[in-house]
C-alpha cells in the first residue's frame, strides 16, 4: 500500500489530568481523550457487570488477564506499524510470538483491502471538544475510511462492540471538521488470541446512527464536568 500525505496531523503531547487522559494539540488547548468521555458516560449496568466479573474470578486474575491483553495489543500493533512502514521489527517472546501470529492475520484478512493509507497512529481532534489517536486513515475497498486493529481475547458479537463504533465515529467527526473530508465509513480488524479474525465494517445509516450518538455522549460528559465544577 502506498502513502498520501495530503493531510497534515497535528503534535500532539498525551498527558493525566486528574487521572484522566488528555491530549494537548500543538502546543495549545488540552482536550479530553475519546476513551475519557466514553469511560466517563459509560452506562452504570456496563459498569456493574463489570466489577461482578472482576469480583467472580478475582482481582489477581482480572487484573493478570487485564494486563496480559494489553501487553499483547501493543505488541500485535507494533508488528502492523512496522509492516506499514516496511521497517524490520522482531520480538522472540512468547507474548511477541502470539502478537505476531495475531498481526498476520490481519494482514492476510484485512489489510490486504487496504490500497492506500493518510495516517498512521494520527491523532484526530476536534477543536474545543476531544481529541484521540486512531490506528489509521486509509482507503478501504475504494472508500475513505477510519481503521483500528484490537486484539481481544475471545470472538465478540457486534452487539459487544458499541465502544469501538462510537470511537470511529468520532474520529471521523473529528477528521471530517479539521481536514473537511465526509468520512462514512469505519473498519475494525481485530483479531483474537487464537488467531480468528474478524472484520466489522460500520457504514452508511449505521455509522451515521454512531455519530449522532457520540454527540449524546459529548453533551453528557461536559455537563458531568459543569456540575461537578459548579459543586
Known sequence: MKHNNCYVYPKTVREMIEGKRHYEINGGEKLPSVTTILSSTQDPE???????????????????????????????????????????????TSVGRKAHNMAMRIIEQGLCNITEYFGLEATLFYPGLYAGATDMIATH???????????????????????YCLQLAAYAMAH???????????????????????????????????KYKWLGKISQYYEKRKESNDA
Open 176 to 210: 471530517d471538521y479539521v481536514h473537511k473530508t465526509n468520512i462514512t465509513k469505519g473498519v475494525i480488524m481485530m483479531c483474537s488470541k487464537d488467531n480468528y479474525y474478524q472484520e466489522f465494517v460500520i457504514a452508511g445509516e449505521e455509522f451515521k446512527k454512531y
Open 141 to 163: 475497498k475504494g472508500e475513505m475510511a477510519i481503521v483500528d486493529f484490537k486484539q481481544t481475547n475471545k470472538p465478540k458479537k457486534r452487539e459487544w462492540i458499541e465502544d
Open 46 to 92: 456496563k459498569t456493574k457487570s463489570l466489577q461482578a466479573w472482576r469480583t467472580r474470578i478475582g482481582e489477581v486474575e482480572a487484573t493478570r488477564i487485564v494486563d496480559e491483553a494489553g501487553i499483547r495489543g501493543t505488541a500485535m500493533h507494533k508488528i502492523l506499524e512496522n509492516y506499514i512502514l516496511k521497517e524490520g521489527y522482531i520480538d522472540l
